[in-house]
């Protein structure tokens, strides 16, 4: 077994141990503290923390767009790929004090296929049953990681459901890309009746409390952790003024658009506003058109005391978050899940 040592974290005055053959932040989620990340794989920077004491400490292989050579000498580390050899304090840098304490312990799991159905052309909603345990329990917008079968690989999809309670279900909105590893044995393989190995849950891409104005950006498989955040609207019956602008290329890459419309029925201050940015002429499309932060813009001109959650492909969310800072939502309040894509170190 691999030595522990204590990493603690600051300006929190956390304290834990973590072992050696774990990352730092594998190990804080393990004991249930949330710390702030996203791909897991040193290509974000979303972990990036500053040492503050202790010099013992490797890092498995990053990007150094995330972490440059010079910051690296300077102290910073990313939190997804260093082990601690010794004990560390480490300063945060990018953290939610109100999250930060209110993680749930990661669980490993066996899960059976219910079903895979197709939403779109190249979406598909999966549904799995728990095996083992029989409830796992994840706060809506959070996201498990798959281990693919006979590799070493695993990826990440986040839950669309808002709990396994009572069903012991797990829902995901899946993209299907050509060459991905996941995603094509998704398509080409996987079968109802199959089991999946899963652990998690990961992230803070949840919903915050409070009055304050909620705006959703979504695109792609971006669908799948905001869906479940509407859902928990639904749900809690929460009054929150509440807007979720989706963007797409054409009408048949829409999905959910039944559910989403009831849930505008049933919650009067919530709006579902989709956008195709190359509508077909079949399509007779007579919703709104052009890119997705376009659509925001013209429907958005004063966002201030709102809180902004956003998830979709990297273009779409490296152009929503200037434009949601210069609609006067507050940079920490602006929450975010970037998917990477097939070529990526975290291809789908």
Avoid at 67 to 81: A, I, N
Avoid at 291 to 301: E, G, I, L, M, Y
Avoid at 313 to 331: F, K, S
Wanted: aromatic share 10%; hydrophobic share 40%; glycine share 8%.
């Amino acid at each position: 077994m691999a030595e522990k040592h204590v990493v603690r974290f600051e300006p929190v005055g956390i304290e834990i141990e973590i072992d050696e053959d774990q990352t730092i932040l594998r190990g804080a989620a393990e004991q249930g503290i949330m710390l702030m990340h996203g791909c897991k794989e040193g290509q974000c920077a979303a972990c990036k923390s500053f040492i503050l004491d202790g010099e013992d400490i490797e890092h498995d292989r990053y990007s150094t767009f995330a972490l440059p050579d010079y910051e690296l000498d300077e102290g910073y580390t990313l939190l997804c790929r260093a082990h601690a050899y010794e004990d560390v304090t480490i300063e945060l840098l990018n953290y939610d004090e109100e999250m930060i304490r209110s993680g749930l312990p990661i669980q490993q799991g066996v899960a059976e296929v219910v079903s895979k159905d197709a939403v779109t052309h190249d979406m598909r909603h999966l549904i799995l049953r728990l095996i083992e345990p029989d409830e796992i329990k994840f706060f809506p917008g959070q996201y498990m990681d798959f281990a693919i079968p006979g590799t070493e690989a695993t990826r990440s999809f986040s839950m669309a459901n808002t709990s396994s309670r009572e069903s012991g279900l797990l829902e995901f909105v899946i993209k299907v890309y050509p060459d991905g590893k996941f995603s094509k044995f998704l398509a080409e393989k996987l079968a109802e009746g199959d089991r999946l190995d899963i652990s998690g849950p990961f992230g803070v891409f949840t919903l915050r409390e409070g009055e304050n104005d909620l705006v959703f950006v979504g695109g792609g498989a971006g669908m799948a952790p905001i869906l479940s955040l509407l859902r928990t609207l639904g749900e809690r019956g929460i009054q929150r003024k509440a807007t979720f602008f989706y963007g797409a290329r054409a009408k048949r890459d829409l999905c959910f658009e039944a559910e989403l419309r009831a849930l505008e029925a049933k919650l009067p201050n919530f709006r579902y506003i989709p956008a195709l940015s190359d509508a077909d002429i079949e399509d007779e499309w007579d919703g709104e058109t052009g890119f997705v932060t376009d659509v925001v813009k013209r429907h958005a001109s004063d966002l201030t005391g709102a809180h902004a959650y956003v998830c979709g492909p990297p273009p779409m969310v490296e152009a929503a978050l200037p434009l949601l800072a210069q609609l006067g939502v507050e940079e920490k309040r602006i929450y975010y899940d970037k998917f990477t894509t097939t070529g990526d170190p975290g291809e789908q």
